[in-house]
Each structure stands twice: as structure tokens, then as C-alpha cells.
């Protein structure tokens, strides 16, 4: 912004980003500070179709015969929300594998139709999981523009949270799927390979 923003010449950006590593890497750790940079990369936003695709058929399947439709759509919506941020920034892999490790967590301390009764919910865990899994554990390798979005979704998860509270659901079903997102985070978000 400072630079003029999308109007400043690719050499000038080019210059300045020259001018900045010059300075850190004339800093006490500035070598160490220059790999954590080049480790982290450019972020890169993809276009959530797997979330969407998901939100519609779990909207199909449970709001029409839904005592509380308003719930329900509320619960969609978080759905939604978090599944924009994990599959838009973490990929749509780590999306899915998650997910499924949530739901799979949460049946090992429920009846299987109480499990998919609050599906979208337990999913939403999971992908909470993940996200706290790739904000604690993998921060020092992830772009500037993806940490931001996960600290947005922290946000959101304390009124998903509080609507798990009060929509009756069974909150340790719910803690058991984000332990599982959580797990899954060492598999599915692996740190990239050191730079030779």
C-alpha cells in the first residue's frame, strides 16, 4: 500500500524486496530470519468447492425435516464459514481428511445416528481442531495472509461453540472430533522440506 499498491512496477517491487533482504540478512540471526520467509512462501487462496458442495447436500438432507430449520441454517452457516478458511487456505485435501477424522473420532463416543444427526456440526470441530492444529504447531511456516485468516475464524468459533451449547447437542462429541481435526494435523499439514 505504502508502494503505491497493484501500479508500482514489478522492478521496483523487485528492488525494494532486494533492498529489505539486504537488511535482514545484515541482522544477528538475519540468515535464520531470511529462511523463515523463504520457507513460508506466498499464500495461496483456492476456491472452496468441496465446502460449498457439502453445506448444499447437508442442507438438502436436514433442513426439510428439521424441528428447528433456524438451528440448523445456523449450523450451515458455521459449516460454511469454517470450510472457507480451511479448504481456501489449507487446501482442499486437509479439508477432507480432517473432516473424516472428526466424524470417525466422535463415533467412538456416540450412537452412530447421533453422530450424523449433528454431522455438520462435528465437521465444523474438526476443522476447528485443524486450524488450532496449524495456528500452534505449524505457524512458523505459514503465510502471513493464511494466519490472519485462521486468527478471523477463532472468532467464529467461539459462537460456534456457544450455539453447540445451546442447540442441545452433546458438546464431548463435538470436543471429540476437534481432538480428532487436531490429530490429523500432523499427517495432513506436514512442514515443507528444508531448502538445500
Not at 77 to 91: D, R, T
Request: glycine share 12%.
Amino acid at each position: 500500500v505504502a508502494l503505491g499498491g497493484r501500479d508500482v512496477p514489478a522492478q521496483r517491487l523487485t528492488a525494494v524486496e532486494r533492498e529489505l533482504r539486504e537488511r535482514i540478512a545484515a541482522l544477528p540471526a538475519g540468515a535464520q530470519q531470511i529462511a523463515r520467509l523463504d520457507r513460508r512462501g506466498q499464500s495461496v487462496r483456492r476456491v472452496p468447492w468441496l465446502s460449498v458442495g457439502l453445506v448444499m447436500a447437508g442442507s438438502l438432507a436436514l433442513l426439510p425435516g428439521a424441528a428447528e430449520p433456524r438451528a440448523v441454517a445456523a449450523s450451515l452457516l458455521l459449516w460454511l464459514a469454517f470450510g472457507l478458511v480451511v479448504e481456501g487456505w489449507l487446501g482442499r485435501g486437509p479439508a477432507l481428511a480432517s473432516g473424516a477424522a472428526g466424524v470417525l473420532a466422535a463415533t467412538g463416543f456416540g450412537a452412530t445416528n447421533e453422530v450424523w444427526a449433528i454431522a455438520p456440526q462435528l465437521v465444523s470441530g474438526a476443522w476447528i481442531g485443524l486450524l488450532g492444529f496449524a495456528r500452534t504447531l505449524r505457524e512458523a511456516d505459514l503465510p502471513v495472509l493464511t494466519r490472519s485468516a485462521i486468527d478471523g475464524a477463532a472468532l467464529v468459533a467461539v459462537g460456534f461453540f456457544a450455539l453447540v451449547l445451546a442447540s442441545g447437542a452433546s458438546p464431548w462429541l463435538v470436543l471429540a472430533a476437534a481432538l480428532g481435526g487436531f490429530a490429523s494435523g500432523a499427517l495432513v499439514l506436514r512442514r515443507p522440506a528444508p531448502a538445500p
